[in-house]
C-alpha cells in the first residue's frame, strides 16, 4: 500500500525522491560492475600472479592441521616498542635479552 501511496502523489518532492533512488541504484550497481573490472586489471597485468593463485591449495583442513602441529601452551609474550620508542634499540634489547637466556 505505502509504494501506491507515493505513486499516487505527484508532488515535485516525490519525483525527486524516485529520481535520487534510481541515482543510488544506478550509482551501486555500476561500482560494482566497476570494482570487478579494476580488480580484474590486476591479473590482466600480472601474469605470474594468476598462476601463484592456481597453486595455492590452501583448505580450511590444511590450516588446521597447521595449528594442531603448533604449541599453543608454551609461547611468550614479546612487548611491541612504545610510540615513543625507537623499534630499533627494543628490538636489540630484545634480542640480547633473548640470546643472554639462551646463554
Known amino acids: 500500500c505505502f509504494p501506491t501511496a507515493l505513486m499516487c502523489c505527484d508532488s515535485d518532492a516525490s519525483k525527486h525522491i524516485y529520481f535520487y533512488f534510481i541515482v543510488f541504484q544506478l550509482y551501486l550497481v555500476g561500482g560494482s560492475f566497476g570494482l570487478r573490472e579494476f580488480a580484474q586489471i590486476r591479473y590482466d597485468v600480472d601474469p605470474?600472479?594468476?598462476?601463484?593463485?592456481?597453486?595455492?591449495?590452501?583448505t580450511l583442513e590444511s590450516e588446521y592441521?597447521?595449528?594442531?602441529?603448533?604449541?599453543?601452551?608454551?609461547?611468550?609474550?614479546?612487548?611491541?616498542?612504545?610510540?615513543?620508542?625507537?623499534?630499533?634499540?627494543?628490538?636489540?634489547?630484545?634480542?640480547?635479552?633473548?640470546?643472554?637466556?639462551?646463554?
Open 48 to 58: 605470474t600472479l594468476k598462476e601463484k593463485l592456481k597453486g595455492n591449495n590452501v
Open 65 to 103: 592441521k597447521k595449528l594442531e602441529k603448533s604449541d599453543l601452551d608454551n609461547w611468550e609474550n614479546i612487548r611491541g616498542p612504545r610510540l615513543w620508542e625507537d623499534s630499533k634499540t627494543v628490538q636489540k634489547q630484545q634480542r640480547e635479552a633473548a640470546r643472554l637466556k639462551t646463554q
